[in-house]
């Protein structure tokens, strides 16, 4: 498994140093336009002093800049500025760049080495941790990618100082899903929650730590996720079809917080789980500050006939049948279908 490290005011290029010790001391930093003016400065600063220079690439900041032809950006860019496959990557950034520098270094020369720096509450908990790379197409969302684990994932809770509350809020829905699959976390973030909202950095660090933790548990035992990882996908064919009809306006977060609200109430009129169970998971989603969007299912229909998990045909859930236990589920269209219609 790869080095995972967090913390405050961390000295990023002492922790890259010694793991990148194999590799030419070159490496090629994707960021965004917001994350470059905050943090480029410091991080290859800090690479520097242990004598690996710094090739950088800014990209523009969205999911809608996540496709091939950035991808293909990326690729030119590493080429002009001789970067060889004993060169490593860096990700500096959110959920977008880590996943765009991941494929990248999947694919580039067929591979070459990367780390990931997560600047974001939602990089942190998610994206950053298990191997997932990838992009997306017209059809859908993270259609293409591969699974490439990183030498390391860095985790400067400090650089949540300059985040913007809604970008806070758009983590914290993931946070709740890991609560979801733990009894326990659950209890502990209810206990939590209003210091987390704000964003009381104590807190936060032991909350980010036991979120990393659940995940990376998971994704140890079933990294391609063939079984047990589909558990991870709580309130994602909903979520990820909502971003996606949306034009990802809607951000990750907010989509996966209304998925777990609408797919718990889907469960529930599958007799999956009971009342009581489907109003403990939306009172809480919405103590956490979320409200569910009001799709279009019709839209919502298409995205997730083409979503990645369906098998058969059928689309998976993963249902919640009470707080620590979920069951995956491939369901039938024509139920989906009857479900819909009370909306």
Request: with cysteine.
């Amino acid at each position: 498994m790869y080095k995972i490290a967090i913390g405050k005011n961390l000295d990023i290029g002492n922790i890259v140093a010694p793991i990148a010790a194999n590799l030419t001391k070159r490496c090629f930093l994707v960021t965004n336009s917001k994350v470059a003016p905050l943090y480029l400065k410091k991080v290859a600063g800090s690479l520097k002093k242990r004598g690996i220079s710094v090739v950088s690439e800014i990209l523009p900041d969205g999911e809608k800049y996540k496709n091939l032809n950035f991808v293909k950006r990326l690729y030119g860019s590493a080429v002009r500025n001789s970067i060889t496959r004993k060169c490593f990557a860096v990700a500096l950034g959110g959920g977008v760049i880590g996943d765009l520098t991941g494929f990248f270094a999947a694919t580039f020369m067929r591979g070459i080495e990367f780390v990931q720096i997560p600047t974001t509450l939602l990089a942190m908990v998610d994206a950053s941790i298990g191997g997932k790379t990838g992009v997306d197409i017209p059809e859908g969302k993270n259609l293409v990618g591969a699974f490439k684990n990183p030498l390391a994932v860095i985790e400067d809770v400090s650089f949540l100082k300059t985040l913007p509350p809604r970008e806070m809020k758009n983590g914290l829905a993931e946070i709740v899903k890991y609560a979801f699959l733990d009894r326990k976390f659950f209890g502990i973030l209810a206990s939590k929650l209003d210091r987390v909202k704000r964003g009381d950095e104590g807190d936060l660090t032991g909350i980010i730590l036991r979120s990393v933790q659940i995940k990376t548990e998971v994704v140890r035992k079933d990294f391609r996720e063939a079984g047990l990882r589909r558990i991870l996908n709580l309130g994602h064919t909903i979520g990820h079809a909502i971003e996606a009809a949306s034009g990802y306006r809607i951000r990750h977060g907010e989509a996966v917080a209304s998925g777990i609200v609408y797919e718990t109430d889907f469960g529930n009129f599958l007799g999956i789980c009971s009342d009581s169970v489907r109003k403990t998971v939306i009172e809480f989603v919405r103590e956490a500050g979320f409200r569910p969007v009001e799709p279009d299912w019709g839209k919502i229909a298409g995205f997730i006939k083409t979503d990645k998990k369906v098998i058969d045909r059928k689309p998976v859930f993963v249902f919640i049948e009470r707080i620590g236990t979920v069951k995956i589920r491939e369901v039938f269209w024509r139920d989906f279908e009857k479900w819909v219609k009370k909306h």
